[in-house]
Nanobody
């Protein structure tokens, strides 16, 4: 099991930017695809973005394309989510997770080892 710790959330205004970080506890971090998800109040958790273990390929939900950028630094066992032009509807708890298969294909399912989440609140 890998422990994941998210950080970087906060209370911001619409139009602001945030950079979320997720640091993993294991050096094998570089073998796994990583994903970001979010859960808004009263809603189910939804996929936001994912990045392949190599960092070469990324995948985004249609609702965030163009505003969110996922990246990773395998040497620091950290994955990032840059969020620009924040909107009130981006308000949610943001979670990172790792995909369950090492060196596998990139997609939005099969994620395990969830972090505790970081709250992002966007005021209008």
């Amino acid at each position: 099991q890998v422990q994941l710790v998210e950080s970087g959330g906060g209370l911001v205004q619409a139009g602001d930017s945030l950079r979320l970080s997720c640091t993993a506890s294991k050096h094998t971090f570089g073998n796994y695809n990583m994903g970001w998800f979010r859960q808004a109040p009263g809603k189910e958790r939804e996929f936001v973005a994912a990045i392949k273990w190599s960092g070469v390929t990324t995948l985004y939900a249609d609702s965030v394309k163009g505003r969110f950028t996922i990246s990773r630094d395998n040497a620091k066992t950290t994955v990032y989510l840059q969020i620009n032009s924040l909107k009130p509807e981006d308000t949610a708890i943001y979670y990172c997770a790792r995909q369950n298969v090492p060196l596998g294909p990139l997609n939005s399912i099969g994620y395990i080892d969830w972090g505790q989440g970081t709250q992002v609140t966007v005021s209008s």
